[in-house]
């Protein structure tokens, strides 16, 4: 796993040696001095976790207990850390698209100051050269490996826009401030690795209901403690933010000896694996989805115009689409266990791709867009029961060809690379002799590809 080498061994129990040289108990000692609390039900672990550190219970932990609390005082970001002065004085020029330039800025500080006062608590970060996320591997290994799944755009993007926010934001910040930041030391790796890092261990706070229309850039931080905590979709914690501290909460009963699992969010396993370097095992993964690009619906509409006429009438329909951004050159309609999860769009779009040319004249001339704007709770709720996975073998003809060939083209743009059935999943030998890549793609592909394939069966013409 990612996070395995370097770390120092130590012992399961958090309260075994208390020597002062141990990483953790030095990091528990800290977690006191600066006001976090951790249940006596609870201890940190890297024995019989799914992945180095994780938390398990001690005793029994009820429903709604709180497992560890955490001070914002003891949360590490641009605000909190000792060159925040700088940092908040130069605010403007480290603006970026990610907004993440300010922590990792930070990040860069800390990391490589041995005076850094969450010095216990980076000492328990995993070494950053063994992170292991797809950005890592070669451009090759992605192609073969996760050609279909969505990840190896994903990394392309990542990977312009750090080259880019390093050359024009960072760089020219760093030759600003000698005293505190060195081009030699807080290199171009450093800092890929740090935002890899970010990616898999930082927090957000969910934005309030009221603040949500404030636009209010919501920024990534770092949480000790609770980044320790590992994630499956069936988790039985989750983080909960109050104006002091952030809690660690059950979200259910966790038996004496189980691992404590916190949730990521509604992560597939393709998010998991471009942002976390993991995936789940199948079929555990019930966030697990496919993304049917939205170019594959076109060109399967495409195959199924007859004539020239008809094509014409598709370019306009397709534009008008694009127009009212309910369908884009790099979107995607995602598809989920139970049906479609991007209803309103997949709606709108066979809608409007099927519709007789009269008909298309006319919801023109109505100014569709307007109608699409606003449709109510009523409406919506219509759609997804038409599109979910019972209702998918009833729908129209044309709207079933369209399903059909979009999940058809999707299926074929995984071809080549790794084998994704299920005799490579249910067989150990063969499992066991692929690397730890192939393996976490091997669970990606076979998830989208039951998803697609089930969409193929419920849509056969
Ligand atoms: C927030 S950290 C959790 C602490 C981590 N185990 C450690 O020791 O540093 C997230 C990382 O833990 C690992 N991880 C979390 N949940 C996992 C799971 N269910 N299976 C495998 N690895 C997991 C991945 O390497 C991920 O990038």
């Not at 609390?69 to 060159?83: C, D, E, M, N």
């Not at 890929?192 to 890092?197: D, P, Q, W, Y």
């Not at 192939?438 to 989208?448: K, T």
């Amino acid at each position: 796993m990612a996070s395995e080498a370097k770390r120092p061994k130590v012992d399961g129990d958090s309260t075994s040696d208390g020597l002062s040289e141990d990483p953790l108990q030095n990091f528990l000692r800290w977690c006191k001095k600066v006001g976090l609390t951790l249940s006596n039900k609870a201890y940190l672990s890297k024995e019989g976790t799914v992945a180095a550190y994780g938390m398990l219970a001690s005793g029994d932990i009820e429903e709604g207990e709180v497992i560890f609390s955490i001070p914002r005082t003891a949360l590490l970001f641009q605000s909190t850390t000792k060159v925040k002065a700088v940092l908040e004085e130069g605010k403007a020029s480290l603006e970026s698209a990610s907004g993440w330039v300010s922590l990792l800025m930070t990040l860069m500080w800390e990391y490589t100051s041995p005076e850094s006062y969450w010095g216990p608590y980076l000492s328990l970060w995993p070494d950053l050269k063994v992170l292991d996320h797809p950005m890592f591997w070669s451009e090759e290994e992605r192609v073969r490996l996760l050609q279909g799944t969505g990840i190896p755009e994903a990394v392309d993007t990542d990977l312009d826009n750090i080259h880019k926010e390093y050359s024009d934001i960072v760089l020219p910040f760093i030759r600003l401030h000698p005293d505190l930041w060195d081009p030699e030391k807080h290199t171009l790796e450093l800092y890929k690795r740090l935002v890899a890092f970010v990616m898999a261990y930082s927090f957000q706070e969910p934005l309030l209901e009221e603040d949500e229309d404030e636009k209010e850039p919501n920024f990534p931080m770092m949480v000790p403690l609770a980044d320790m905590l590992n994630h499956v979709s069936n988790h039985s914690a989750h983080l909960e933010f109050t104006p002091d501290l952030l809690k660690m909460v059950s979200v259910r009963r966790i038996k004496t000896g189980e691992e404590v699992f916190n949730t990521y969010g509604e992560m597939a396993n393709w998010q998991l694996l471009h942002m976390y370097g993991f995936a789940e095992p199948y079929p555990s993964n019930s966030n697990d989805t496919a993304d049917i690009p939205m170019s594959n619906v076109y060109k399967a509409a495409v195959q199924a115009t007859q004539s020239k006429a008809e094509h014409r009438l598709l370019v306009e329909k397709w534009n008008l689409l694009c127009q009212m951004e309910m369908v884009g050159e790099t979107g995607a309609f995602i598809f989920g266990q139970a049906g479609v999860l991007t209803v309103t769009e997949l709606y709108n779009t066979l809608k409007v791709v099927c519709m007789p040319a009269e008909e298309f004249e006319e919801w023109k001339e109505n100014e569709g867009w307007e109608e699409v704007e606003e449709e109510d709770d009523d409406e919506e709720e219509k759609m997804t029961r038409a599109l979910s996975n019972e209702a998918m073998p009833q729908l129209a003809p044309g709207w079933k060809q369209l399903l059909h060939g979009s999940a058809r083209f999707t299926l074929d743009s995984y071809r080549g690379g790794l084998r994704a059935d299920k005799d490579l999943l249910e067989n150990r030998e063969a499992y066991a002799q692929l690397s730890g890549r192939e393996r976490h793609a091997l669970q990606v592909r076979y998830g989208q590809k039951v998803v697609l394939n089930k969409l193929l069966e419920l849509t056969q013409p």
